[in-house]
């Protein structure tokens, strides 16, 4: 089989070219299992002219393109593809991913109560439910669901906290636990206050979707509550006696 330029042609086209036609030429076996009908022939030649390669491998072809923070190199059990630039040429999986990251920036974003800025999230997330419903189902499982904009009963769009938020706040309650030091530091009511925003974060966390949820952590109460009297008091899990645990509050 004869490929000129990239083009099948057949063996008798030859006759049309001279040897110093060419720049260079490459040939391949094939195995008696592997030729098709189209291709029967024991071996494939490939030859290439000086424009096209030039095109090809000169120094303004694809494979010397200076390379961008876009690219990307895909690489499977056999093989590796070349570089692409992936906001030009995306494959449907990275196209979602891409436009599911911008949604989420933007649903994070201090201007995400803008109103051209709530139109561009909602559009966003229109057209990620459409893709995500359209995906096959063996290949859903690489896509996050897309978490919608929670609407309020007036129709008004709102927005809830993303990453940096969700980041942000579990710093401050990190830092306010570790302030705390033995419970007889803080009044009980600080400490329901603490674990109000406990619950909060937690219900936060779990909005997140599981690539955010990836790179953060899940808040914990490092406190028990306990019965003492007609009062519920709380105490740090680390200094609980055997008693104490067996009269948690549940």
């Not at 070349?82 to 436009?99: E, G, H």
């Amino acid at each position: 089989a004869l490929w000129i330029d990239g083009k099948t042609v057949d063996n008798s086209v030859l006759a049309n070219y001279k040897a110093e036609d060419f720049d260079w030429f490459f040939q391949s076996g094939v195995k008696a299992n592997a030729r098709s009908e189209r291709f029967p022939q024991p071996f494939q030649v490939h030859l290439y002219s000086p424009e096209y390669f030039e095109e090809s491998f000169g120094p303004n072809s694809e494979m010397f393109r200076p390379r961008t923070n876009q690219d990307t190199i895909t690489i499977t059990q056999r093989m590796v593809t070349w570089m692409k630039d992936i906001s030009r040429y995306p494959d449907p999986t990275t196209a979602f991913l891409q436009k599911n990251a911008r949604y989420e920036k933007l649903k994070a974003s201090p201007n995400a109560s803008n109103p051209e800025v709530k139109s561009e999230i909602q559009r966003l997330f229109d057209e990620l439910e459409e893709a995500y419903a359209k995906t096959p189902d063996n290949r859903k499982h690489r896509l996050p669901k897309p978490t919608p904009p929670q609407t309020s009963d007036s129709g008004k769009i709102t927005f809830e906290p993303g990453l940096s938020e969700y980041v942000g706040s579990y710093a401050n309650y990190q830092t306010q636990i570790k302030k705390s030091g033995f419970f007889s530091t803080l009044s009980q009511e600080e400490m329901r206050q603490l674990e109000k925003e406990f619950h909060a974060l937690e219900s936060r966390f779990a909005k997140l979707p599981l690539e955010e949820k990836m790179q953060t952590k899940r808040p914990s109460f490092p406190f028990a509550k306990l019965n003492q009297g007609n009062q519920v008091i709380y105490k740090k899990l680390a200094d609980l006696t055997e008693e104490e645990k067996k009269s948690m509050v549940c």
